[in-house]
Structures are given as C-alpha cells and as structure tokens.
C-alpha cells in the first residue's frame, strides 16, 4: 500500500459520510480513492474505492433499508470500517486486507433478494471503478486485472460511456500553436 494515510484518512470520511447518508461525499471519496490508485495501482486503494462506491449506490436508494437484513448488514459494514481503521493506525496491512474482505464477505450472509440485489451493486461498482482506473490512462488488460473482472466487461462499459472515444492526441490547431511560438520569440 502506497498511501496508508490518505487511505486511513479516506476510511474515517467514509464513516463519518455514512453516518449522515451523505451519498455525494462517499461518491466523491471513491473518485479520490481511484485517482491514487491510478497512480499507484495497488489493490488496497482500488478495493476501498469500490467499496465507497458500492456503500454511496446502496443508501443512494432508501429501499435498501426495508430489507430484513439491513440493519446487521449496516452494523457489520462499520464495524469492519472500524477494525480496518484501528489496523492502518497500528500500519498492520495484513489485518486491514482481512477487515476489507470481511466486508466483501458481508454480502455472502445477506438474505436471498437482498443479497443479490447488493452483489450485483458490487459488481457494477468494480466495472464503473475499472472504467475511471482506464480513463486515467491505465491499460485495460491491466485494469481489468487490477480490479478483478474481464477485458470484455470493461471494453463493454467504456464503449458506452465514450472514454475509449477521447482523443488524447488532439491538441492545439498548428496555427494556433505557431502564432504562440512566434509572439514568444518576438
């Protein structure tokens, strides 16, 4: 891990975000989360960023909460937010890989539509991450196998949003430019 303060940092924003259902907030820390990720390109930083993701869809939509299990699900999530935070102040990164899966993991005991309806967030959470690590310049066969989902998965939702469209090579017109260059040698 890369930037274990900025993720401990990330992590205490994100509860505090949850706690007042601040979607916009968990949305923006995810996006925060992906840039040092793209950076770095460590898998800590892409998990959290999907995580806070996944969190900001799931109370996005206040139904989540009538479902049976939410409340154990909500409890056990900061719990683990909370075991992961104490790892990183302790910069103990094998128990906080444990605390981020245990969060993963959470999905696997959620009752029957609940549990799918969270997983499948999850894994649209992982595409769209996968999408913003590619915007960043990042090779897809890399990201996809940073973030743990197929080539195709990714080309398929890019293609949709239009980021394989950007022409990073598109500059200035070259009349533009050599006007620039000869008011500058003037």
Same mark, same amino acid.
């Given at each position: 891990?890369? &930037? ?5 940092? %990330? ?9 007042? /259902?601040?979607?916009?907030?968990? $949305?923006?820390? @995810? /996006? ?23 969190? =900001? ?12 299990? +939410? $409340? $154990?699900? !909500? ?14 102040? &302790?910069?103990?990164?094998?128990? !906080?890989?444990? &605390? ?7 999905? =696997?005991?959620?009752?029957?539509? !609940?549990?799918?309806? %969270?997983? &499948?967030?999850?894994?649209?959470? =992982? ?19 940073? *973030?743990? %989902? @197929?080539? +195709?998965? *990714? ?29 500058? !040698?003037?």
């Amino acid at each position: 891990m890369q &930037e274990p303060e900025h993720i401990l940092k %990330i992590l205490q924003e994100t509860k505090d975000a949850l706690s007042k /259902n601040d979607v916009i907030k968990l $949305k923006n820390l @995810s /996006n925060q989360t992906i840039h040092s990720a793209s950076i770095n390109q460590d898998t800590e930083s892409i998990t959290i960023a999907v995580i806070i993701y996944s969190l =900001s869809k799931i109370i996005e939509r206040t139904d989540y909460k009538e479902y049976s299990g +939410w $409340k $154990k699900f !909500f409890k056990s999530l900061i719990k683990y937010l909370d075991s992961s935070i104490y790892a990183l102040k &302790e910069k103990n990164i094998e128990k !906080f890989n444990i &605390e981020l899966k245990k969060i993963r993991g959470e999905i =696997s005991k959620l009752p029957g539509s !609940f549990k799918k309806h %969270i997983k &499948e967030v999850f894994e649209k959470a =992982s595409i769209n991450k996968a999408s913003r690590i590619y915007e960043h310049g990042i090779s897809m066969e890399k990201t996809s196998k940073l *973030l743990g %989902i @197929s080539m +195709w998965e *990714l080309a398929k939702y890019a293609g949709q949003t239009g980021i394989s469209d950007v022409n990073l090579s598109v500059t200035m017109p070259i009349e533009k430019r050599i006007k620039i260059a000869m008011d500058i !040698f003037k």
